[in-house]
């Protein structure tokens, strides 16, 4: 049978790329709410 | 504690890519196409621990009506929908080159189908409900009642003829294979296990300070 390399690199190139995605948009949502924690603390 | 578990992560993720790619010899029959399996099967079993996690979550929410058990539930449910969902699709894509056929309704396929469309459906009744005390209600129960698709998809092999092939590791007897794929295999399954704790942590941390931002 032929090693179909293609399918293996889109297996993994697929699952890297979400989880990337995932981990990105969990720092977006973090950085989203410290600036708005900062921006509802008191100023002294 | 969560970066420590991130870089636990990452690095057991490297290792998984040496071990499937540099340690893991060429399968006989399927040729290269089988290193898919070291990104399929981890992805699956951690999906698989994702859902029973939220369950028992959710049953903890539905006796104590405690929050931190709702917030767990949430992040488990997302980080278990993203695992089953890669794990439908590089099994999809490895059996295009095997089967011949990127897909077919056959019991194995269809359950873990059911088992993706009820938990994503999971993830929409939280959104679309204001209530956050009814919406994590509901969505306990709904979270309980699909782990039961948990063991269908699991013994799915057994109980019907399916395309697909009988569970490589979790099977009566254990592992039959030869050591020099179950190493792999292994600490693949460890690096996804402790991805899906990275990412539950950051997520459960995430949803506490959005809680906290909103009171």
New interface residues.
Partial sequence: ?????G??A???G??AV??LI??RR?AK??RE?EA??RL?APRS | MVKTLGWLAAASVAAGLVMAFGVAPREVTQGNVQRIMYVHVPLILASYLAFVVLALASLVYLVRRDEAADRVAHASGEVGVMFVGLGIATGSIWGKPTWGTWWTWDARLTSVAILFVMYLGYLLLRGTIEDRERAARYCAVLGIVAALDIPLVHFSVYWWRTLHQPPSLMKPGGFTGSSSILWPLLVNLIAFVLLYAYFVARRVRLLRAEAEAVA
């Fill in positions: 049978m032929p090693d179909n390399w399918f293996v889109a297996a993994y697929l699952t979400a989880l995932y981990w969990l949502k973090e709410l708005l924690r509802k």
